[in-house]
C-alpha cells in the first residue's frame, strides 16, 4: 500500500442494512467527508507541566491552548474529520474561583483571536455542554463564532465545556420521557440536542487522554461505546501533530469488532503532514 495513503474505517452502522437481524441504528453521523475519524481528547496536565517549571498553574492553560492550535491545525491533514477536545468539565467548577475565571476568559479570548482562522481553515465549531452557567459574553461569543463557522468543512472541531456526560444523558432521557419509541439512533440524537452538537456527529473513533491518568471523567459516555482507547504520558501543553499522527498509527493497528467476531477493516494510517515521532505513551 502507498506508504501516505490512509484507509477509512467503514463504520458498521454506516454500511448497507443486513437482510436479517436487526437493523444497525447505531447514529453513525455524517463525518466530514468520507472514511473521516472522529477523536476525542481529554486534555490532562496542564497543571502538572506548569508546576514542573515553577510556574502558575494559568501558565499551563495558556500553553494548552497553543496545544489546542496545533492539534486542530494537524487534525484534517491526518484523517481527522471530527475531532472532540475536553476543555472545561461540569465537575471543573470545584476549582478555585481565580482558575474558573482565568480559565473562561482565556477561551472567550482564544475564540475571539482564533475565528478568523478557523474559518480559513474550513473548520466549524460547536461549543458542546451546558450554556446557562456560563457569562453572558462568552455564551455570546460561542454563538458568534458557531455561526460565523458554520459553513467550514475540513474539519467538525467540538468543544466540550461545561460538560458532563452523565447530565447530557439525563436531559436526554428527560426530554425524550414522552414515551415515544426509542432507538439508539433517536436516543443519539437526543444526546447531540442535549449537548448542542450538530446531530449528525459520529461515534468516536479513538479516545485520546494524556498526563497519565487513565479514566474516562465524565466524557462522551454514549458516543465513546466503541472508541479504542489510548492513554500517553505526554501532558497536554507538550502534545504536537507528531503525538496526534502517532495515535492515529496505533489505532491503525487496532482490530475492531464491534461486538461481532469478524475484524471490521480498519485504518491503516500513516502520517500524511507531521513528523515520525516516538511513540507517545
Ligand atoms: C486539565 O489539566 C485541563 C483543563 C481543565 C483545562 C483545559 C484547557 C485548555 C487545554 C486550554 C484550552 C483553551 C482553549 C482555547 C480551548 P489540569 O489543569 O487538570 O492539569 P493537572 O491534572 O496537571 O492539574
Do not use: C
Not at 59 to 88: D, S
Amino acid at each position: 500500500m502507498n506508504s501516505s495513503t490512509f484507509n477509512p474505517i467503514p463504520h458498521p452502522a454506516a454500511a448497507s442494512a443486513p437482510t436479517d437481524g436487526p437493523a444497525p441504528d447505531v447514529e453513525a453521523g455524517a463525518r466530514r467527508g468520507p472514511g473521516r475519524l472522529h477523536v476525542a481528547i481529554i486534555m490532562d496536565g496542564n497543571g502538572r507541566w506548569a508546576q514542573a517549571r515553577g510556574r502558575p498553574r494559568a501558565a499551563g492553560h495558556v500553553a494548552g491552548a497553543a496545544a489546542v492550535r496545533r492539534t486542530v491545525e494537524a487534525a484534517p491533514g491526518l484523517g481527522v474529520g471530527t475531532l472532540t477536545l475536553y476543555a472545561f468539565s461540569s465537575d471543573n467548577w470545584r476549582r478555585p474561583p481565580a482558575e474558573v475565571g482565568h480559565l473562561m476568559s482565556l477561551f472567550s479570548r482564544k475564540l475571539r483571536i482564533e475565528a478568523p482562522r478557523l474559518v480559513e481553515n474550513g473548520v466549524r465549531l460547536h461549543v458542546i455542554g451546558r450554556r446557562d452557567r456560563l457569562r453572558p459574553s462568552l455564551r455570546r461569543r460561542i454563538e458568534a463564532i458557531e455561526e460565523r463557522t458554520r459553513s467550514g468543512t475540513a474539519l467538525d472541531l467540538r468543544l466540550a465545556i461545561d460538560y458532563s456526560a452523565r447530565d447530557t444523558l439525563m436531559q436526554a432521557a428527560g426530554h425524550l420521557s414522552g414515551g415515544a419509541p426509542l432507538s439508539r439512533a433517536v436516543f443519539g440524537r437526543a444526546v447531540a440536542a442535549a449537548m448542542h452538537a450538530p446531530p449528525e456527529s459520529p461515534d468516536v473513533d479513538l479516545l485520546i487522554r494524556t498526563a497519565g491518568e487513565q479514566r474516562l471523567s465524565d466524557f462522551l459516555l454514549w458516543e465513546a461505546a466503541y472508541a479504542e482507547l489510548l492513554f500517553t504520558d505526554v501532558q497536554w501543553p507538550d502534545f504536537d501533530a507528531g503525538h496526534l499522527a502517532d495515535a492515529l498509527t496505533r489505532f491503525g493497528r487496532r482490530e475492531r469488532r464491534f461486538g461481532g467476531l469478524a475484524p471490521m477493516p480498519t485504518a491503516t494510517h500513516t502520517p500524511i503532514t507531521a513528523p515520525a515521532r516516538r511513540t507517545a505513551t
